[in-house]
């Protein structure tokens, strides 16, 4: 898109120009890192064509005032690299980077993290604890590479769609700081104009994420880790949902188990589920304990013709209370459903797997 200049009554329409090679690029970031940044963000230049054991040459590295290491691949969006190469990179570059230790990405680059730190230090006083600007970001920049923490920017002068696609996907599905930036180069009577762009930026995508799923309730946490600490291994819960967790005995197939489910803030409901189709050959093994009492005498299970047998208990009830319920409807259930489910596969009438 060509930019307007005007000075006076004296307009100029200056359209889109080119640079004439990589290196152009890399020349002028190098030489005006702020137009990487964000508003009111401090970044120093390091050092160029950086050698990473395992990844390669990195085209250039900067270092922000909090610390955090910033990688740069420089392409034009004539190269192919831009949209078939440039991702498996800076992730290369990134693990390669993050292995080193503050002292080892120092010695690197011949001592410029030290002389970028010292840059953007230098009008900083040392805070009443004696700490320098300096050593805190120092201490900054080796806690970022022990946490694999690293911004990574890809710069062009335009940025093809298929590699923008690429961009919005790790933004949003990932905890990568990824941005892609591009910076535009304008030839007018006056001199050459760039205008940087964020074309993809983590903060901003994140926002615009679908929310995070329900939390689980802590209560809820706590009878499923009650229930987990007390039972065998193969008889323990499964699954991740913020209200359900599943105990699938081993020998049995899919469609049945045992369940803690929370369906409102008041309740947990412990129970044996099953497929509504075997309900009918199931009554004649589990009808029988409808009224049964559990958990320490605050529950009676319940038998629903549907397709189910369940105890309904309180939330408030201690987790291990409500846990005992679980290992109760087991004891009772477990060897009685396994017997139906062997009776069944001797008659070639064995439930499905699927």
Not at 69 to 94: C, F, H, W
Not at 238 to 258: F, K, L, M, N, Q
Request: charged letters at 25%; one cysteine or more.
């Amino acid at each position: 898109m060509p930019i307007l200049i005007r000075n006076g009554s004296v307009t100029e329409v200056v359209p889109v120009g080119s640079f004439s090679n990589e290196d152009e690029l890399e020349r002028l970031l190098e030489k005006h890192p702020e137009l990487l940044g964000e508003e009111g963000e401090s970044i120093a230049f390091v050092a160029r064509q950086v050698h990473l054991p395992q990844a390669g040459e990195l085209d250039l590295l900067f270092v922000n005032s909090d610390g955090l290491p910033i990688v740069v691949e420089t392409k034009r969006s004539m190269n192919p690299g831009a949209r078939r190469q440039v991702i498996g990179q800076v992730i290369d570059y990134l693990a390669s980077l993050t292995d080193l230790t503050v002292d080892e990405l120092n010695l690197l680059v011949h001592g410029n993290l030290k002389n970028a730190i010292a840059k953007l230090t230098e009008e900083a006083e040392t805070d009443e604890a004696g700490e320098s600007e300096f050593d805190r970001v120092w201490q900054a920049v080796g806690a970022n590479l022990r946490a694999g923490q690293a911004r990574l920017v890809v710069a062009l002068d335009e940025a093809p769609s298929s590699l923008e696609k690429i961009f919005h996907f790790l933004a949003r599905r990932s905890h990568l700081d990824v941005r892609l930036v591009t910076v535009q180069k304008h030839t007018s009577k006056v001199g050459d104009v760039f205008v940087p762009r964020t074309v993809v930026n983590p903060e901003t995508e994140r926002d615009a994420s679908p929310p995070p799923p329900p939390q689980s309730d802590p209560r809820f946490l706590a009878i499923v880790k009650a229930y987990d600490d007390g039972a065998p291994p193969d008889l323990r819960t499964t699954g991740i949902g913020s209200s359900a967790r599943w105990v699938r005995p081993g020998e049995w197939p899919d469609g049945i188990g045992y369940n803690f489910w929370q369906p409102n803030k008041n309740m947990i409901a412990v129970q044996l589920e099953f497929r509504p189709r075997w309900r009918e050959s199931m009554a004649g093994c589990l009808a029988g304990l409808d009224g049964r009492e559990v958990a320490d005498h605050n529950g009676r299970l319940s038998w629903h013709p549907k397709h189910k047998l369940r105890v309904e208990l309180p939330i408030t009830l201690p987790p291990e209370t409500i846990a005992q319920a679980m290992h109760d409807l087991i004891e009772m259930t477990k060897d009685v459903v396994t017997n139906w489910l062997n009776g069944t596969r001797r008659s070639g009438d064995a439930p499905d797997a699927g």
